[in-house]
Nanobody, 127 residues
């Protein structure tokens, strides 16, 4: 199984950025997908989650209303659209897969519940 994030970079406050996560080697449509982030010196935190079919999404409080998670099962890709970026959004962003074919755990945020992880992509928000 491979989970690979891309799309990170350096942006200015107020800018937008879209991250992508490509998954292979798994039955993508049986997995909910999540985004997490880790800022320097801080613990990794939950950002967003989307159910296997895309019908259910859940967000962390710090990004609600600014970030949007979506997925394309045909492409085995999940996206994180980030708007109105702030310096506090600076972090390494990780994509993760959680086996949940019946959409049982729509609000699962515990990292230990996610089966596969990518290596992360750096997002830096700075003027």
């Amino acid at each position: 199984v491979q989970v690979v994030e891309s799309g990170g970079g350096l942006v200015q406050p107020g800018d937008s950025l879209t991250l992508s996560c490509d998954a292979s080697g798994l039955t993508f449509s049986a997995y909910a997908m999540g985004w997490f982030r880790q800022a320097p010196g801080k613990e990794r935190e939950f950002v967003a989650r989307i159910s296997w079919g895309g019908g259910t999404t859940y967000y962390g409080d710090s990004v609600k209303g600014r970030f949007t998670i979506s997925r394309d099962n045909a492409k085995k890709t999940v996206y994180l659209q980030m708007n109105s970026l702030k310096p506090d959004d600076t972090a390494v962003y990780y994509c993760a897969a959680d086996y949940d074919p019946y959409d049982t755990w729509s609000r699962r945020v515990e990292m230990a519940s996610y089966d596969y992880w990518g290596q992360g992509t750096q997002v830096t928000v700075s003027s």
